[in-house]
């Protein structure tokens, strides 16, 4: 009796953990294993990172070319009021 159910419990467990890492999609960086150099064999949707020179696995479909004013800050100043606390040593 004992082994009918640690069979489907464990299938349970593994089909559960494979859920979760695909969930997560895929993992990229901008150094190391998965970095610019290897973008384009991470996933499929990211291949055409492998055909050019500059691309990147964030979509970009294109850009705006706008003359705009230089921002400006207008703020109020107001007073910092809170509490520093030390939780070490």
Known sequence: MLKSTIGPAVLTVLLATAAAIASEGVHWSY????????????????ATCGTGQMQSPIDIPSGVHAELQPLELDYDEAPLAGQIGSHGA
Do not use: T
């Open 31 to 46: 150094e190391g294993q998965e970095g610019p150099d290897a973008w384009g064999g991470l996933s499929e949707d990211f």
